[in-house]
């Protein structure tokens, strides 16, 4: 179904498409309708969806230099690999992935804790245009939908749905890119921690991951898993 969305561009009003999770990614097995919402509003190209294999790259809005400069290099790797990059409009991490996939001339796709019609942060105002009008937006919540704390942990459970492998280059104990680690890893999707975050002896996040299955991503076996990626994943739930 397709109507014409109230959020204004410069190109005009833009064009909202909406469908079930099922029309984007084909049938849904148990596991992945248990969290999957009724429907998903778009603006952009959808065939980025089918041009998998999609790769999520998410981490801290209040990311480091260092981090900063992880999720450009794992960006780079995996445009080089014709991966989709799906990251969720942030500041940070995710900001950093969407800027460096269309500066290398990569596919990415946004998924949004807002409706569409909204923008947080509003310092990504451009950003998000641009993915609207070049690439693809995704959002789950209508437009009047009221944003709140708990919209962004609901997104980033649907990033992972929509996300055939999910990397976290950053995060600390509470942050919300958590939610998507673990809902990958419910869905038996890959997830890749970094190996700075893996490491990281003050975090105990990561060897809980690690330990229901999550692998670590390092420069020496970054061409190896990357390789490896699946076009589609469909997964078996893990009780964790």
């Known amino acids: 179904m397709r109507y014409i969305g109230p959020r204004s561009t410069q190109e005009g009003e833009?064009?909202?498409?909406?469908?079930?999770?099922?029309?984007?990614?084909?049938?849904?097995?148990?596991v992945e309708r248990k969290n999957a919402p009724e429907r998903l509003y778009t603006t952009g190209d959808v065939a980025l969806l089918r041009n998998?294999?999609?790769?999520?790259?998410?981490?801290?809005?209040?990311?480091?230099?260092?981090?900063?400069?992880?999720?450009?290099?794992?960006?780079r790797a995996l445009v080089g690999r014709h991966a989709v990059v799906v990251s969720g409009l942030a500041e940070g991490i995710d900001t950093a992935?969407?800027?460096?996939?269309?500066?290398?001339?990569g596919k990415t796709v946004a998924v949004l804790g807002t409706p569409l019609n909204e923008v947080f942060p509003a310092k990504n105002r451009a950003l998000q245009d641009r993915l609207?009008?070049?690439?693809?937006?995704v959002s789950q919540f209508p437009s009047g939908y009221p944003t709140g704390p708990a919209s962004f942990p609901i997104r980033n459970r649907t990033m992972a749905l929509l996300s055939?492998?999910?990397?976290?280059?950053?995060?600390?104990?509470?942050?919300?890119?958590?939610?998507?680690g673990w809902e990958a890893l419910r869905l038996g999707r890959l997830l890749f921690l970094m190996e700075s975050v893996a490491t990281n002896d003050a975090l105990s996040w990561p060897t809980?991951?690690?330990?229901?299955?999550?692998?670590?991503?390092?420069?020496?076996?970054?061409?190896?898993?990357?390789?490896n990626l699946p076009e589609h994943s469909v997964g078996e739930e893990v009780t964790i």
């Open 52 to 75: 998998g294999p999609r790769v999520s790259v998410v981490g801290s809005r209040k990311a480091s230099v260092e981090g900063i400069r992880r999720a450009e290099f794992l960006t």
């Open 97 to 105: 992935a969407h800027e460096t996939a269309i500066a290398l001339g």
């Open 132 to 137: 609207m009008r070049d690439y693809l937006v």
């Open 208 to 227: 809980e991951m690690i330990r229901y299955g999550a692998q670590v991503l390092a420069r020496d076996n970054l061409e190896d898993a990357l390789r």
């Open 164 to 180: 055939d492998a999910t990397v976290i280059v950053e995060a600390g104990e509470k942050s919300g890119t958590l939610h998507q």
């Open 14 to 30: 833009s064009l909202v498409e909406t469908h079930t999770p099922e029309e984007l990614l084909g049938p849904l097995n148990d």
